[in-house]
C-alpha cells in the first residue's frame, strides 16, 4: 500500500508557474506508474498527465500539452507536475493517484489518491 501527499498549490497570476510535488511512502514506489489528475467546481474529474514506473513513457492531456511537464524521482519516492504559462481555466484540486500495473489515462483504474491540492489561477 502507499500513502500519497501533494504540495505546491496555490495562486498564481495568469502565464505564472506553479510545481506541485507528491510524496509517497511505502517502499515498493518504484513499481507504481502514476498520474495527476485535476477536479474543477461543478466539472468531472480529469486527467492532466500520466507516468510510468520508470519515467520513461508519459501521456499528457490535450489542454496542457506543451506547458506541463511531468516527472519521477524514485529515488525520493516523489513525482512531480511543473505548471507552465498557467491559465485561469487550470484552476482545479490537482490530485496525484497510484496504480500497481502500467500507466492509465482512466482515473478509475488508479488505486491510490492523494488528498489534493488547490491551484488557483487568477489576477
Known amino acids: 500500500q502507499v500513502q500519497l501527499v501533494e504540495s505546491g498549490g496555490g495562486l498564481v497570476q495568469p502565464g505564472g508557474s506553479l510545481r506541485l510535488t507528491c510524496a509517497a511512502s511505502g517502499r515498493t514506489f518504484s513499481t507504481y506508474a502514476m498520474g495527476w489528475f485535476r477536479q474543477a467546481p461543478g466539472k468531472e474529474r480529469e486527467t492532466v498527465a500520466t507516468i510510468s514506473w520508470s519515467g520513461a513513457d508519459t501521456y499528457y492531456a490535450d489542454s496542457v500539452k506543451g506547458r506541463f511537464t511531468m516527472s519521477r524521482d524514485n529515488a525520493k519516492n516523489t513525482v512531480y507536475l511543473q505548471m507552465n504559462s498557467l491559465k485561469p481555466e487550470d484552476t482545479a484540486v490537482y490530485y496525484c493517484?497510484?496504480?500497481?500495473?502500467?500507466?492509465?489515462?482512466?482515473?478509475?483504474?488508479?488505486?491510490?489518491w492523494g488528498q489534493g491540492t488547490q491551484v488557483t489561477v487568477s489576477s
Open positions: 493517484a497510484a496504480r500497481t500495473l502500467g500507466t492509465s489515462s482512466y482515473a478509475d483504474r488508479y488505486t491510490y
